[in-house]
């Protein structure tokens, strides 16, 4: 194809003529990103203050990281809480509250002197936080999309690991300049005080602000998105969605995914020291995986959503499996960076077509509650896959176990994959008709255009 | 996709049998991955109990040999170890 035809081509398959920068929903996305860099970055950080929490109190690494153990699980367990939170209350409160609780267990771990504390404020109120702090925010700004949803979400999951990319290094600093204690208390005030400033300019759904959704299009009807019959509308689709296969096997698919990829994302620097690799490389490593992913996390809910969320998250979870087996005759540093380089691509694209599968089979619906579910699934999946790289090495001596466990598990996924519906069509369309059928305006869900697969 | 408006309010959805829809499959998938995982889960922990075991046997004087309670569970359940 020669160079000038790849213009006309980009915007004819990618619609480049209804975008504009000039939207709302942009604003919404860059919120969204900087609650879900916030709380990732908190998260992914909680290994650069295991060593001075050892030094100050001389307490285990194995007994801190029981704490970081705690709060994947305490997340994962109240995901689908917040979901329903988001969509009941909406997500502004939501995530009101979860600063709070951010504050609270910011401030409580700077202050801590006992582990119990530490699994308290850490695991518990940390834990809770960031799950209502994090979880409705991809159905809020799905809200925000009627079309080009993909776009939306890619801008928004690439803040997943831009956030601990550059919030690490802060921290690192401000440890090393004021202590940890003091990090934590600075950085829960900041954060808590910086975040309740930017929800001032969040919205729950254009409807509540008067605008029209990004890619809106003349005919399209304005959704109810709160009040009593919205309520009862909504709670009545839920239950309708529990009732499709996909409900369930999105949640078991995204539990497979993390299980797969946990596992290399804890165990790759042990897994290349153990070969003889020197531990400053296989940290490099392992910061190259945020790096390249970074490019799939964002453009895979495009691809999603306009040539369908199937094959897509098909190919990425194959990827993902299929790749690890790279690492079963991998010891010198160039082999580790040749699965570096394959694996982050398809790892990248593995949990982020998630909200665009949803529209695609739910239609324009408030999607906390299904999405909370899922990331239970994610949640559970990623302490599963976390604890079983250590556990494999200190049974059997070796890393060859636990690549096979992740191959597997993301294989697994992909399987599942092939059992979903197509998403041409969406699952439930009678109730699509039916809810116009009210004569009122009491639309809650919108069926979207039909995808490719 | 066509969907114009009923002029009657009325709401054909509620009246199907919402009970003729089960998701089997999904349910079933999900279960049975969770049986997987808990296989898994077993066997490994199975193998370090058998270790264990067998460690105390060959050095009985600092541990004594007695059987932990969720070694002896585990070594039970698991047919491989």
């Known amino acids: 194809m020669s160079v000038p035809l790849i213009g006309p081509f980009v915007r004819r398959h990618f619609n480049l003529d209804e975008h504009t920068i000039r939207h709302y929903a942009w604003v919404i996305v860059a919120i969204g990103a900087a609650a879900q860099m916030l709380g990732s970055a908190i998260r992914m950080a909680f290994g650069i203050v295991i060593d001075p929490l050892v030094d100050e109190f001389g307490w285990s690494p194995g007994a801190i990281g029981y704490s970081y153990a705690l709060m994947s699980i305490v997340t994962a367990l109240f995901s689908p809480v917040a979901g329903w939170m988001g969509s009941r209350f909406g997500a502004r409160r939501t995530m009101l509250v979860g600063i709070v609780l951010f504050l609270v267990g910011m401030v409580w771990v700077s202050q801590t002197r006992q582990l119990w504390e530490l699994y308290v404020a850490y695991g518990v109120v940390f834990g809770i936080a960031q799950a209502l702090f994090l979880v409705p925010v991809v159905p809020a700004v799905a809200n925000w999309f009627r079309r080009h949803l993909g776009l939306g979400t890619g801008l928004l999951l690439v803040s997943w690991s831009l956030g601990p990319a550059l919030v690490i290094q802060l921290l690192g600093f401000l440890i090393e300049s004021v202590g940890w204690s003091t990090t934590f208390l600075m950085t829960g005030i900041a954060g808590s005080l910086g975040m309740a400033a930017l929800l001032l300019f969040f919205k729950d759904s254009p409807e509540q602000a008067n605008r029209t959704a990004y890619g809106w299009k003349p005919g399209d009807r304005a959704l109810l998105t709160k009040g009593a019959v919205f309520n009862e509308k909504n709670r009545e689709f839920q239950g309708r969605i529990q009732r499709t296969n996909a409900f369930w096997n999105l949640i078991n698919i ?82 580790f960076f040749l699965f570096v380089a394959l694996w982050s691509l398809p790892y990248g694209g593995e949990g982020t077509a998630f909200p665009v599968i949803n529209r695609q089979y739910y239609g324009h619906v408030p999607m906390g509650p299904t999405y909370g579910w899922q990331l239970l699934g994610a949640g559970l999946g990623m302490a599963l896959g976390g604890a079983l790289p250590g556990m494999v090495f200190d049974i059997t001596g070796g890393y060859t176990w636990a690549i096979g466990l992740s191959a597997g598990f993301s294989l697994a996924g992909a399987a599942v994959i092939l059992l979903l519906n197509p998403t041409r069509q969406p699952l439930i369309p009678e109730w699509m008709a039916e809810t116009d059928a009210q004569g009122e305006r009491v639309r809650v869900i919108d069926p979207v255009p039909a995808s490719a697969d | 996709m066509n969907r114009q408006a009923s002029s009657k309010p009325v709401d054909r959805f509620r009246q199907r049998d919402d009970g003729a829809r089960r998701p089997w499959l999904g349910v079933g998938l999900l279960l049975a991955s969770a049986v997987a995982t808990l296989a898994i889960l077993v066997y490994f922990g199975a193998w370090a109990a058998s270790d264990r075991v067998t460690a105390r046997e060959q050095d009985p004087v600092p541990a004594g040999t007695d059987v932990a309670a969720w070694e002896e569970g585990l070594l039970y359940v698991c047919p491989f170890h």
């Open chain 1, 254 to 335: 995204h539990f497979l995914g993390c299980v797969g990829h946990a596992v290399i994302l804890v165990g790759l620097v042990p897994m290349m020291t153990h070969r003889g690799i020197p531990y400053g490389t296989a940290v490099t490593a392992l910061a190259l995986i945020s790096i390249i992913s970074l490019a799939t996390r964002g453009i895979t809910p495009m691809l999603a959503d306009r040539f369908g969320s199937k094959p897509i998250m098909f190919w990425s979870f194959f990827g993902q499996g299929a790749g690890v087996l790279l690492l079963l005759t991998a010891n010198t540093p160039g082999e």
